[in-house]
């Protein structure tokens, strides 16, 4: 059973900055492809980066430009720094697998005042 613990949210002003981690208790870690997700209240969940075991990273149009999702095989970690936040930011953020996902953790929830 993967478990996955994400942190590093908080709240923050337009324009500010978050670093997301997530830990995850995944054998197959460094083969893994990895992924943020969010929901925002009254929301689905949606993808918002991505990032191969070996480094190659896809990004929301959303996100583009302003978010840098990162790996650190050896950890089991996976990042995600969050610049020029937007009040539309704000949501649940979660990691876990791009596919077949494992049981979603408790998500870190992530507020951006206008």
């Known amino acids: 059973q993967v478990q996955l613990v994400e942190s590093g949210g908080g709240l923050v002003q337009a324009g500010g900055s978050l670093r997301l981690s997530c830990v995850a208790a995944?054998?197959?870690?460094?083969?893994?492809?990895m992924a943020w997700y969010r929901q925002a209240p009254g929301k689905e969940r949606e993808l918002v980066a991505s990032i191969t075991g070996s480094g190659e990273t896809s990004y929301a149009d959303s996100a583009k430009g302003r978010f840098t999702i990162s790996r650190d095989n050896a950890k089991k970690m996976v990042y995600l720094q969050m610049n020029s936040l937007k009040p539309e930011d704000t949501a649940v953020y979660y990691c876990?697998?791009?596919?077949?996902?494992?049981?979603w953790g408790q998500g870190t929830q992530v507020t951006v005042s206008s």
């Open positions: 876990n697998r791009r596919s077949s996902f494992a049981s």
């Open positions: 995944e054998i197959f870690f460094r083969v893994t492809t």
